[in-house]
């Protein structure tokens, strides 16, 4: 069974730095698109950032884009996301999840909240940025 576990999340000022990790276990991982996305309180859940497992292939949302840098470690089978520069409207629970099929990200996108075609999640961490 495929388990997604996020940590790292905390209080931080606006301007600082968290990096969050997702460890992955159940299965193996390889070419797996992966992603963290993020849901604000009173807000839809959205797309943060993604990845194929292993890969330099990334995609970002607008709004972080140049702040935030997604990466995997194969051999910790644990995704991160680096996150810099932080802003108050960053404050939200940060989910990662995961998926076997192959779609690019746009389709994923495209599908929108809840779960954006993403089949495996993780419960989420707390990042909040007090400005």
């Known amino acids: 069974q495929v388990q997604l576990v996020e940590s790292g999340g905390g209080l931080v000022q606006a301007g600082g730095s968290l990096r969050l990790s997702c460890t992955a276990s159940?299965?193996?991982?390889?070419?797996?698109?992966m992603g963290w996305f993020r849901q604000a309180p009173g807000k839809e859940r959205e797309f943060v950032a993604g990845?194929?497992?292993?890969?330099?292939?990334?995609v970002y949302a607008d709004s972080v884009k140049g702040r935030f840098t997604i990466s995997t470690d194969n051999i910790k089978t644990t995704m991160y996301i680096q996150m810099n520069s932080l802003k108050p409207e960053d404050t939200a629970v940060y989910y990662c999840?995961?998926?076997?099929?192959?779609?690019?990200?746009?389709?994923?996108?495209?599908?929108?909240?809840?779960?954006?075609?993403?089949?495996?999640w993780g419960k989420g961490t707390l990042v909040t940025v007090s400005s």
């Open positions: 990845i194929r497992w292993s890969t330099t292939n990334t």
């Open positions: 999840a995961a998926d076997p099929v192959a779609r690019p990200w746009g389709e994923r996108i495209a599908r929108g909240p809840p779960n954006y075609g993403m089949n495996y």
């Open positions: 159940g299965r193996a991982f390889s070419g797996y698109p």
